[in-house]
């Protein structure tokens, strides 16, 4: 387990996977922590040596809180920070913390979300979007083999995978009665060879999807 791979955590599980920390848009730096390390309600601060992208940023120049937990069984994604979270996996990490069979609904806002998802464990689930929200990231059996499973505690750096979460990009394990509307889902590995999937399904409950481009 490297700096260079991220876990993604649903309910008391975890999902190992290989990600990019860091990515440009435009003229933005995008910097994206690992999952499941903030704490609702905590603040923070991020530091950054000069070699980096050309300037030094200390400990009191960069700060930022995150929001408490919602608190009833629906919540809100948006990627400007109005909403419950800015990431989708967010919004499932905390929709799995819920009583396995309560109905919740997760309702995504507009624009592309560039991240690998995780999801286990959860019945009743709705996740839906009025407004086209883009999920999209690159994942294939070269990146992560097989179809994914997740493991039952979170990998340290430097020890071994035992098992890796999979060339989807989104990992689905033991839902049942789960529906996705309005969302575009891609993988987007590209024209490079290498097997490569949207969702895996892993569960013999029932998906929904609903107005959908996979």
């Excluded at 340290?156 to 529906?179: A, F, H, M, Q, Y």
């Excluded at 590995?189 to 569960?203: P, T």
Aim: aromatic residues 8%; charged residues 20%.
């Amino acid at each position: 387990f490297t700096t260079f791979m991220d876990a993604l955590r649903s309910g008391d599980r975890w999902r190992a996977v290989h990600y990019t920390p860091l990515r440009i848009e435009g003229k933005s730096l995008i910097i994206k922590p690992h999952s499941a390390t903030l704490e609702y309600g905590g603040s923070y601060y991020l530091t950054m040596d000069e070699s980096v992208a050309g300037k030094a940023i200390a400990e009191d120049e960069w700060t930022f809180s995150v929001k408490a937990a919602p608190s009833g069984t629906s919540a809100t994604v948006s990627k400007d920070g109005s909403g419950d979270f800015c990431t989708l996996q967010g919004a499932l990490t905390w929709a799995s913390s819920l009583a396995k069979d309560t109905e919740a609904r997760i309702s995504v806002g507009k624009g592309t979300y560039n991240e690998l998802l995780f999801l286990r464990g959860k019945n009743n689930l709705t996740v839906s979007s009025t407004e086209g929200a883009v999920i999209a990231y690159p994942n294939n059996e070269s990146y992560c083999s097989g179809s994914g499973s997740s493991a039952t505690s979170r990998p340290s750096v430097g020890s071994s995978v035992g098992k890796t979460g999979g060339r989807g990009l989104w990992l689905i394990e033991s839902c049942d009665n789960l529906t996705l509307e309005g969302l575009t889902i891609e993988n987007t590995f590209g024209e490079l060879k290498g097997q490569a999937e949207c969702i895996y399904f892993n569960s013999s409950g029932l998906l929904t999807i609903e107005g959908c481009t996979l």
